[in-house]
């Protein structure tokens, strides 16, 4: 599944990052995310097309941290397109950055991104 790709994506910029809910106690900088939506679409080719939400949450110390994490996200997932190569499997990606939801406070600490992705997987 994507979720693979996203997870291997997020790794490779170096943040710690949890599907769905991040361990209880978990400090410093990190992403919580989740597959948020999902739409298998019919066509002719024996491609499957798939369209998926996904929503990060972003954790940092300040506000400038959690707006430049913010930033590299959506430089990796809202300009994704073409073939990306993971765990065996080939994906024919577009990415397209759906809202940003900017909740930053003194309690939160959080900024909501939400990317959508069609893709290909051949």
């Known amino acids: ?27 410093g900088t990190f992403i919580v995310w989740n597959v948020s939506g999902f739409n298998s679409l019919k066509n002719t080719s024996k491609d499957q097309h798939h369209k998926v939400n ?19 996200l959506v430089d990796v997932f809202e300009y ?3 073939s990306v190569e993971r765990q065996n499997a080939t994906y024919e990606v577009i990415g397209n950055l759906e809202n940003v939801v900017d909740l930053f406070d003194t309690d939160m600490k959080q900024i909501v991104v939400d990317i959508q992705m069609e ?3 051949k």
Not at 1 to 24: C, F, R, S, T, W
Not at 54 to 70: D, H, L
């Open 1 to 27: 599944m994507i979720e693979h790709l996203i997870a291997e994506m997020i790794n490779d910029l170096g943040i710690d990052n949890y599907p769905v809910e991040a361990p209880q106690n978990t400090k």
């Open 54 to 72: 996904i929503q990060f949450n972003i954790y940092a110390k300040s506000y400038k941290e959690t707006k430049s994490i913010q930033y590299k």
């Open 80 to 82: 994704l397109h073409g």
């Open 119 to 121: 893709y290909y997987k």
